[in-house]
């Protein structure tokens, strides 16, 4: 690898000349062989319906993607893992394991068309992975979509221009294409800044003969998109918590937080970290102001991010609840009241499909007025059984007690 590719700032990043060279580290030999690991690893893409499993690793949908780029004349800079991922490759017990692998392409995309085309590559890719027996030849584009693709993102503003194609997997490691440009904000925290540069190993894969040893392998070079490498790095090696200019990530970076601290991170400043919360929080709501918005946001956070962690999704809504509770001070009394029924809603029906209770249908959470608060006989919150309760609507029952 070149100097020049060593020196170069991540897709969309400011240059920082005095400090750039902070930001990148070489992975030692043992973060290679995590690497090699993730990348080689066969991931099931599964289709919906009667459509069969692709089978593909990582390093082939990568290598199959940039090369029909390249025939259509889209320049690809770089490619990089990002994310948990390569969180996981540089600290292999950092509490946060990984599930979706995310892919990051660094082109050169400066119209609609460049768009369009990249969507229409990784469709036609996906004809090679499957299985012989099938009848590629009737096949759409659209049929593939419909089939594979968990969800397609586009974002083309003055500061950010990047699409996103992410594959699905029924166990949560969905393979997450991004095709960026330009991208002012790449990271929420710290722990998650890293990104590992691929095209070195991918070079290697494809030219050397012999197997990587510890005495035989290239120079892999990672990057903290956050600042600096090391100061990250013990971040993610003594779990944590820190950012800046939160009301920078769309949504805040508040229900990220809120996983974090469920997972065993803690703020490296507490009294920081109490200011950011506010910040977070109106962020949040801001991006997320209608009640219906919020609710399918959560509800998919906990869909995507929670697979084989069931357990812990009750604690995760209530740290979240938590956190709503004390730090938000954009909404008005009765908006915040509807925002934290409704965490209090989703932990119910968690606890009712975990069948620590009976039936959600037949369940409410009340708030425990203030003036019984210090009563000892009265707890946060208690079960009581109504016929229906309607999720997330209004309350039009004079039994629900203000919350003070």
């Given at each position: 690898m070149s100097e020049d590719d060593t020196s170069r700032p991540a897709a969309g990043s400011p240059a920082a000349p005095d400090t750039e060279s902070s930001n990148v580290s070489?992975?030692?030999?043992?973060?290679?062989?995590?690497?090699?690991a993730v990348?080689?690893?066969?991931?099931?893409?599964?289709?919906?319906?009667?459509?069969?499993?692709?089978?593909?690793?990582?390093?082939?949908?990568?290598k199959v993607v940039r090369s029909r780029m390249e025939e259509k004349h889209i320049h690809v800079r770089d490619v990089r893992l990002n994310g948990s991922a390569a969180s996981h490759v540089l600290h292999g017990d950092s509490g946060l394991g990984y599930k979706d692998l995310d892919l990051i392409f660094c082109a050169n995309m400066k119209g609609e068309s460049d768009f369009q085309t990249v969507k229409d590559i990784v469709l036609d890719c996906l004809l090679d992975f499957l299985p012989?027996?099938?009848?590629?030849?009737?096949?759409?584009?659209?049929?593939?979509?419909?089939?594979?693709?968990?969800?397609?993102v586009k974002v083309c503003?003055?500061?950010?221009?990047?699409?996103?194609?992410?594959?699905?997997?029924?166990?949560?490691?969905?393979?997450?294409l991004k095709f960026v440009d330009s991208?002012?904000?790449?990271?929420e925290f710290s722990v998650d800044s890293f990104q590992i540069k691929l095209d070195s190993l991918l070079l290697f894969y494809e030219c050397s003969e012999n197997p990587m040893a510890e005495t035989f392998h290239p120079t892999i070079m990672g990057e903290s998109v956050y600042g600096d490498f090391g100061e990250a790095l013990d971040h993610l090696r003594h779990k944590y918590i820190c950012t800046r200019n939160p009301e920078e990530i769309r949504g805040g970076g508040l229900l990220k937080y809120c996983h974090l601290l469920v997972r065993g991170f803690r703020a490296a400043s507490e009294s920081e970290m109490k200011s950011l919360q506010r910040y977070m929080c109106s962020r949040f709501f801001i991006d997320f102001s209608d009640i219906g918005e919020q609710q399918r946001k959560l509800e998919s956070y906990l869909q995507n991010h929670f697979v084989g962690l069931e357990d812990r999704k009750y604690d995760y809504l209530m740290t979240l609840h938590g956190v709503v509770n004390e730090s938000t001070v954009c909404l008005m009394g009765h908006e915040r009241r509807q925002t934290l029924g409704l965490i209090a809603m989703l932990a119910v029906r968690v606890l009712a499909e975990q069948n620590i209770i009976?039936?959600?249908?037949?369940?409410?959470?009340?708030?425990?007025?203030?003036?019984?608060?210090?009563?000892?006989?009265?707890?946060?919150?208690?079960?009581?059984?109504?016929?229906?309760?309607?999720?997330?609507?209004?309350?039009?029952?004079?039994?629900?007690?203000p919350c003070n």
């Open positions: 070489v992975l030692s030999w043992e973060q290679v062989q995590r690497l090699d990348l080689t690893e066969t991931i099931p893409i599964h289709g919906r319906g009667n459509f069969p499993t692709l089978e593909m690793k990582p390093r082939q949908i990568v012989d027996c099938v009848n590629k030849e009737k096949i759409t584009p659209l049929t593939l979509k419909e089939a594979y693709v968990q969800k397609m503003n003055d500061s950010d221009r990047w699409s996103l194609i992410s594959l699905s997997n029924n166990r949560g490691k969905n393979v997450e991208l002012r904000r790449q990271f009976p039936n959600v249908a037949n369940v409410t959470c009340y708030y425990q007025p203030a003036p019984y608060v210090a009563d000892g006989n009265f707890s946060n919150y208690y079960i009581a059984q109504v016929q229906p309760v309607f999720a997330c609507q209004q309350p039009a029952y004079s039994t629900w007690l």
